[in-house]
């Protein structure tokens, strides 16, 4: 396996941002950074200052206007108007500001729904029902419409902001290159004991096919300082800094109680009667995207937005065949789901 051997600024970039935006900025303290090598606790306080000091002075209104994520997708106006998420390699900011004055509305919407041969009036007006299934303030929902008609308007705000943070960071460019390194040279190192294949074979819910992994994988260093790692059954937690994935794999739910704060997550997801529907047709049969989409009579992008949320909270399995992706109900984790929550209820005089 190759791995990228330059750091994509404009992504790092965007990744600090958004992670800014949400107040998720430096490494969670669910992952435990003690446990780390000293080294790599050595380059996570070299990291942390250097993105203090990206992003020191920013308006955080004006991040959280572009930059605060709308959906479990990581998706925000500035992806949307950019496209920065899209699988595209950014190599270069400039380039990024000539491409955006290229993009079409459909162009903008054409990584958030399905692709297929519609009218841009029948993508916005999907795409507008999944917004309104989102829990969000009606102001924000106008604010994400208004800057997908009319990016024009945006575009010199949000450059500015993506254009400050690089500039900090190309200050610090032979630090960040020699962090880089290290972490590439022992990805390369662990990759040689337990291929990067069989890794993400483990962390994903999809049934992945080697053939469709690039040639060269993306290692970002400022998504919450990403890493892949795994937990053993003790609890204990290993990470190998410089990740692929832009997001830690959740413990398995057999292994921990859920907390408050999951408790009212899945109790919002039972109580969406779109959701539990979806629930009740994969307990019959697994299904792809169109067939759930003509079952319950919703638009194939307000059903990718149901089904973003499901496999996250790892309800729904997906795998792939014949370049489509099907969904399968995680029987297994429903019923560990469901024995937490009652366990949570029945004792509430322990709960803190």
């Known amino acids: ?35 780390l090598p000293q080294s790599c606790q050595d380059d996570l306080a070299v990291l942390s200052a250097i993105a203090r000091q ?23 106006i500035a992806s949307l108007l950019g496209c920065f998420d899209s699988i595209h390699a950014l190599d270069d900011l400039s380039k990024e500001e000539v491409r955006f004055d290229t993009l079409t509305l459909l162009d903008r919407l054409e990584h958030v ?57 190309l200050r610090h460019e032979e630090k960040l290159n020699q962090i880089f390194s290290r972490c590439r040279d022992a990805l390369i190192v662990e990759d040689q004991k337990k291929p990067l294949e ?4 483990e962390m994903s819910t999809y049934q992945l096919d080697s053939s469709i992994i690039p040639n060269e994988m993306t290692m970002l260093l400022f998504d919450g300082f ?25 413990l398995p739910l057999s292994k921990h109680k859920l907390d408050s704060k999951q408790i009212i997550a899945f109790g919002k997801l039972f109580s969406d009667a779109s959701k539990l529907e979806i629930l009740k047709l994969l307990s019959h049969k697994p299904c792809i995207n169109r067939e759930i989409a003509q079952a319950l009579r919703l638009s194939a992008a307000t059903i990718s937005y149901h ?18 992706v099907i ?9 560990n789901v469901m024995e937490q929550m009652t366990d949570y209820f029945q004792n509430l005089d322990q709960q803190i």
């Not at 791995?3 to 435990?32: N, R, T, W």
């Not at 990403?226 to 959740?250: I, K, N």
């Not at 949320?309 to 370049?323: K, P, Q, R």
């Open 1 to 35: 396996m190759k791995f990228q051997s330059y750091i994509a600024y404009p992504q790092e970039c965007f990744a600090l941002l958004c992670g800014v935006a949400d107040g998720s900025h430096g490494m969670p303290q669910y992952l435990k950074p003690e446990t």
């Open 327 to 335: 969904y399968e109900l995680n029987r297994e984790n429903l019923s």
């Open 54 to 76: 990206a992003v020191d002075g920013l308006a955080q209104e004006r991040i959280e206007f572009y930059f605060k994520k709308l959906n479990n997708r990581w998706e925000c």
């Open 113 to 169: 729904t399905e692709a297929s041969a519609v009218t841009v009036e029948e993508k916005l007006a999907d795409y507008t029902q999944v917004l309104q299934s989102l829990e969000l303030e009606d102001s924000v929902r106008w604010n994400v419409i208004s800057a997908l008609l009319h990016p024009e308007e945006h575009k010199e705000a949000m450059f500015t902001l993506l254009r400050h943070v690089q500039g900090v960071l």
């Open 307 to 324: 089904m973003a949320v499901l496999t996250e909270m790892e309800l729904v399995n997906t795998s792939i065949s014949a370049n489509k």
């Open 198 to 201: 069989e890794l993400m074979a």
């Open 226 to 250: 990403s890493m892949r790692g795994q937990v053993t059954d003790s609890g204990q937690v290993w990470f190998m800094v410089g990740a692929f994935l832009p997001y830690h794999a959740p």
